[in-house]
Nanobody
Framework: QVQLVESGGGLVQAGGSLRLSCAASVHTFSNYAMGWFREFPGKDREFVAAINWSGGTTDYAASVKGRFTISRDDARNTVYLQMNSLIPEDTAVYYC???????????????????WGQGTQVTVSS
């Protein structure tokens, strides 16, 4: 059973930064593509960023490209989302997800991820 635990959310002013972490309890973390998604109140979960199993390929939603950076540390079984230049529209619950497929490109679709964390709230004040 894969468990994912997010941390690092909180309240920040517009223009500020946060780093989210997602720790995975799995022996073969390096085999998983990892993704970050976010959910706004009353809306579907949307793709934010993803990194493939090797860390060699990353992908970002257009709305965060150039501001957010996804990375992974396989020695710590952890994936990170560094969020800079935050804006109020980034306010959401952020989820990490794991996909046990060793593909070249990490998936954007949430249905391709088998495991999800409980989420962490990010609030950006104006």
């Amino acid at each position: 059973q894969v468990q994912l635990v997010e941390s690092g959310g909180g309240l920040v002013q517009a223009g500020g930064s946060l780093r989210l972490s997602c720790a995975a309890s799995v022996h073969t973390f390096s085999n998983y593509a990892m993704g970050w998604f976010r959910e706004f109140p009353g809306k579907d979960r949307e793709f934010v960023a993803a990194i493939n199993w090797s860390g060699g390929t990353t992908d970002y939603a257009a709305s965060v490209k150039g501001r957010f950076t996804i990375s992974r540390d396989d020695a710590r079984n952890t994936v990170y989302l560094q969020m800079n230049s935050l804006i109020p529209e980034d306010t959401a619950v952020y989820y990490c997800a794991a996909d046990p497929v060793r593909g070249r490109y990490p998936p954007r679709s949430g249905i391709q991820y088998d495991h999800w964390g409980q989420g962490t709230q990010v609030t950006v004040s104006s």
